[in-house]
């Protein structure tokens, strides 16, 4: 496959990404990855390229690209629990940043740079989102769901909050398909917001999984951080590779 580095235009400036081809004659369905807050890295390329490697091109955008190009922040002590609280302290206003109109816009932009690669396929793509990563997914498709046929979200947070503008309140919008995979020990995303979620989606007719990987922590895809879970992990990809498949019937 072939990993590259690339500039995506925005209304607000120009993100940096990371885009993976795969292998053979396109074109290919296209997926973009929503990164975490701890943002682009040599973890969110492997997962890139794991996607890719199934046959889809993959964007993963610095989400962060208002405050600079990657690396945005020192990632060395990544690996030391300690050192968490440190990071998210410099990282909790880029995340804040994010609002619902700025992700919707930035989404616009994205799917625009996809739809201008000449070997991807015609028609809607797909998202998939870790942690913060997760919960900008989730609007994303519910500020386009006429481009965006489905949308999984691991390990996300906050997708219900008692905001007027909290994720789990527009997902009346959603035409295509979700996918959650929920931590059970996640402090950010409670058995009962859990349940709230389901509700909402029930309520709006949304096809949909919502399930709980039982002992796994926030972030427990993310390979670099000591909530790293092989488990849960492996269960992520063939919950994400189903819905994919099925999503573009490969």
């Known amino acids: 496959m072939q990993t590259t580095s ?5 209304g607000d400036g120009v993100a940096d990404a990371c885009l993976v081809r795969p292998d053979g ?3 290919f369905p296209a997926v973009l990855v929503f990164m975490d807050a701890f943002g682009l890295r ?19 955008p610095n989400l962060f690209y208002r405050s600079g190009r990657t690396p945005l922040v020192d990632l060395s002590g990544l690996g030391d629990e300690t050192q968490r609280g440190a990071l998210f302290q410099t ?22 740079f996809l739809a201008g690669q000449p070997d991807v396929a015609a028609g809607p793509v797909a998202v998939t989102g870790y942690c913060m990563g997760g919960t900008n997914a989730l609007r994303a498709i519910e500020a386009h769901p006429d481009r965006i046929a489905a949308a999984a979200a691991f390990h996300a947070g906050r997708v219900v909050t008692d905001a007027p503008d ?11 398909e979700l996918y959650f995979g929920h931590a059970d020990q996640d402090p950010s995303m409670t058995a009962e917001q859990i349940a709230t979620l389901e ?13 709980v990987y039982a002992g796994a922590r926030h972030g427990y895809t993310q390979s670099d951080t000591p909530m790293y879970d092989a488990r849960a992990t492996e269960r992520h990809w063939a919950a994400l590779f189903d819905l994919l498949d099925r999503t573009f019937r490969r």
Do not use: N, Q
Not at 166 to 176: I, L, Q
Not at 203 to 209: E, I, K, Q
């Open 25 to 27: 004659a396109g074109p």
């Open 91 to 112: 990282l909790s206003p880029m995340i804040a940043a994010l609002t619902p109109d700025t992700v919707a816009r930035d989404t616009g932009a994205y799917l625009d």
């Open 166 to 176: 909290s994720p789990h309140r527009g997902v009346g919008a959603v035409t295509g």
């Open 6 to 10: 690339v500039d995506v235009p925005t």
């Open 42 to 60: 040599p973890r969110l390329t492997e997962m890139a390229e794991t996607i890719a490697a199934r046959g889809y091109l993959v964007l993963v």
């Open 199 to 211: 509700r909402s989606l029930d309520a709006a007719g949304v096809t949909y999984r919502s399930e």
